[in-house]
């Protein structure tokens, strides 16, 4: 997960912000990016932020709308049902 993180930061620079961290879980935000726009512009990088080894053990998930909350959500898959339906899938 830190190397996914450190790859990020390093697209972003200081306009990342993490917004919280839970066990397999990260959230983050580009300070200056609209969420939509984050999101897209992360799975037009997925090749730099994610090694192919890493393929399939990480879900990016997104709030459908801000009462669902805030933020592009990082999930580390530690086994293969760990997956969420629905969303995009690195």
Known sequence: MLEVIKRIQELYGDNLRIVSANGDRITI????????HFLKDLMDNQNKIFLNDQLNRFQVLCPWDYLSGRGIEIHYLSSPGAYQPGYWWV
């Open 29 to 36: 935000q580009a300070k200056t990016v609209l969420e939509t």
